[in-house]
Each structure stands twice: as structure tokens, then as C-alpha cells.
T-cell receptor
Framework: AQKVTQAQTEISVVEKEDVTLDCVYETRDTTYYLFWYKQPPSGELVFLIR??????QNEISGRYSWNFQKSTSSFNFTITASQVVDSAVYFCALITYNNNDMRFGAGTRLTVKP | DTEVTQTPKHLVMGMTNKKSLKCEQHMGHRAMYWYKQKAKKPPELMFV???????INESVPSRFSPECPNSSLLNLHLHALQPEDSALYLC????????????????FGDGTRLSIL
């Protein structure tokens, strides 16, 4: 069985603050893939990043960075210098090699205030 | 604008109606998905099609009937729905490479907001 936990239900920050969204996952499979998606109020889920279980390198894309640590089964997402446009619900998701059933965490609602 | 197009964007229907949700993608993806998302909840997988064949049906009630007429289109036929079926229905697609679709990012449409009266 696989499970994704996003313990932070809601986070509120002021613009320009840094914010980290936590994601902890569980799976018995050795090959798996982790994703982060952003869901603005419009409803569309926007793909942000994919990381496979064999690649623990951290990644930075502009103001976004991701920290993947297999030892703690975590895949955390940091937004640096947050902006109002970052306000959305962010989902962490897990899918295993032989299964097309992607499991989402409960989501973290981020509000960035001006 | 997304590369996965869903119509209609909003749908209100009675419990005795029959309607269909449509999804279209032109990215050459051979895996397509239907998800159901209730308010303040994550998306839940309903169906997966791979090469136009149903590969996953997550114990969805028969009042939801998927159809994949070709590699670009995915429909969800609705009949005799219940008020608890009111939700956002999301369609997604992804590539299918040699090792399967699971490692490929899914691209989502804007969804259809369905209300059952």
C-alpha cells in the first residue's frame, strides 16, 4: 500500500517570506516516482516536478526548490521569496513502477498575503 | 490554457438525467485518466485507459461509464447520479513509454464542476 501525508493543512505567509511544504510518503516498492502539483482556484492541476526513487539530488527551479530524502521518506518543497501568485493548494503525489494509480496527499493550502 | 481540454466547464443535472463529460488532448499521450475531486480533498482516481483500453477501474459505481473512442478522446457518461456525486471531475493524460505510464507526469485539464440536484 502507498500513502502520502501532508501534515500542514493550511499555511499563511506574507509576501517575500520563504515557506516549506512538507511531504512524507510510504511505499514498499523500491521503484517509485514523486510529484508536486499546484492547484490554483481555477481547478487545473499544474505539474511542478517529478523525482524518481533513484535520484536523490535536490533540484532548484527559480524560486522553487525540492529536497528529497529517502532516509526520512520525505520530499519537501520550498518557495523562496513567496509571491501572491503562489497562493494555491499544493499536492504531493506518489506512484509506483507497476501501478498507474497515483496517490495524492491531502494537500496544503498556501495563502500568500501582500 | 491547458493542453487537456474538458467540456463542459460546469454541469448541473437532475438525478434522472443522462449526460456526458468530454476530454480531449492532442499531445500524443496514450494514457488517459478520470479523477473525482470533492471540495477541499485531493483527487481520487476513477479510471485509467492505456492505448484506448481500460486498465484500471477503481471500484467506481456503474452509473459512471467511461469510454475512450480514440487516442485523443475520453468520455465519461453519467446516468442516474446521486447528490454525493457532485464534485470536480478532472481528466488527465500522460505518455506511455516502455516502462509504462507511471513515471510520466500527468497533464490535467481544468475540470468539469458537476452539481447534481
Amino acid at each position: 500500500a502507498q500513502k502520502v501525508t501532508q501534515a500542514q493543512t493550511e499555511i499563511s505567509v506574507v509576501e517575500k517570506e520563504d515557506v516549506t511544504l512538507d511531504c512524507v510518503y510510504e511505499t514498499r516498492d523500491t521503484t517509485y516516482y514523486l510529484f508536486w502539483y499546484k492547484q490554483p482556484p481555477s481547478g487545473e492541476l499544474v505539474f511542478l516536478i517529478r523525482r524518481n526513487s533513484f535520484d536523490e539530488q535536490n533540484e532548484i527551479s527559480g524560486r522553487y526548490s525540492w529536497n528529497f530524502q529517502k532516509s526520512t521518506s520525505s520530499f519537501n518543497f520550498t518557495i523562496t521569496a513567496s509571491q501572491v501568485v503562489d497562493s494555491a493548494v499544493y499536492f504531493c503525489a506518489l506512484i509506483t513502477y507497476n501501478n498507474n494509480d497515483m496517490r495524492f496527499g491531502a494537500g496544503t493550502r498556501l495563502t500568500v498575503k501582500p | 490554457d491547458t493542453e487537456v481540454t474538458q467540456t463542459p466547464k460546469h454541469l448541473v443535472m437532475g438525478m434522472t438525467n443522462k449526460k456526458s463529460l468530454k476530454c480531449e488532448q492532442h499531445m500524443g499521450h496514450r494514457a488517459m485518466y478520470w479523477y473525482k475531486q470533492k471540495a477541499k480533498k485531493p483527487p481520487e482516481l476513477m479510471f485509467v485507459y492505456s492505448y484506448e483500453k481500460l486498465s484500471i477501474n477503481e471500484s467506481v459505481p456503474s452509473r459512471f461509464s467511461p469510454e475512450c473512442p480514440n487516442s485523443s478522446l475520453l468520455n465519461l457518461h453519467l446516468h442516474a447520479l446521486q447528490p454525493e456525486d457532485s464534485a470536480l471531475y478532472l481528466c488527465a493524460s500522460s505518455q506511455v513509454l516502455g516502462t509504462g505510464a507511471s513515471n510520466q507526469p500527468q497533464h490535467f485539464g481544468d475540470g468539469t464542476r458537476l452539481s447534481i440536484l
